[in-house]
């Protein structure tokens, strides 16, 4: 399936995106989880996205509905893994 089209993002709390899209798709696919999690903003929860590299950091980082929790080095492969905390 097309993420793009997905509609279920709001019933899910971890997103872990390890780079599977080119910038433009990836910015979509984030306003997608944003848009249906803010529709659904009623229910009180956290959301966590995990993102594993740095290919498409600048997408997560241009939006306001993200905020950096936690980065560490992956011990085997040496890259960055971050953990963003959706706020909506």
Do not use: H, W
């Not at 009623?42 to 996205?49: A, M, N, V």
């Not at 290919?55 to 992956?74: H, Y």
Request: glycine share 2%; charged share 25%.
């Amino acid at each position: 399936m097309d993420a793009r089209e997905f509609s279920r993002y709001a019933e899910f709390d971890i997103y872990f995106l390890f780079n599977p899209f080119d910038y433009a798709i990836y910015a979509e696919v984030l306003n997608c989880i944003i848009e249906q999690n803010r529709i659904c903003s009623d229910r009180i929860q956290r959301k966590y996205l995990i993102c594993y590299g740095d290919t498409n950091l600048q997408a997560i980082q241009a939006s306001s509905a993200f905020s950096l929790v936690r980065e560490e080095r992956c011990p085997y492969r040496g890259n960055m893994i971050r953990i963003f905390e959706l706020k909506i």
